[in-house]
């Protein structure tokens, strides 16, 4: 395989290391910056297209396939801690306003 390939396969194994460690981050419920890891994948994506050597059948196909699911796993659990973190904050919304007109009960009576 050329430099060129081998370039390709380590910025797939870097992507796929960067969409495991963003997985864990948003499992364990910490901020995660995508815009790195965005910036990885234009370049990934322009480095395959301009590759002129095109093997057939190429083996980095069933790789970039994985790192789809990978991203796709990554969507649904960053949906799911979006929904979550919107329903903590419509129920503690709830709350303090509870606490509000309970407090100005109190001080009416």
Request: without cysteine.
């Amino acid at each position: 395989m050329s430099a060129t390939g081998h370039q390709i396969e380590e910025s797939i194994e870097q992507l796929a290391a960067m969409i495991e460690g963003a997985q864990q981050m948003a499992e364990a419920g910490q901020i995660v910056e995508l815009d790195v890891l965005a910036l990885k994948i234009a370049v990934l994506t322009d480095a395959l297209s301009d590759k002129e050597e095109v093997e057939r059948p190429n083996p980095l196909v069933p790789r970039l396939e994985h790192l789809v699911e990978a991203l796709n796993h990554l969507e649904l659990t960053l949906r799911k801690r979006n929904v979550n973190l919107a329903l903590d904050l419509q129920q503690a919304d709830r709350l303090l306003r509870a606490q509000v007109a309970y407090r100005s009960e109190r001080t009416d009576n």
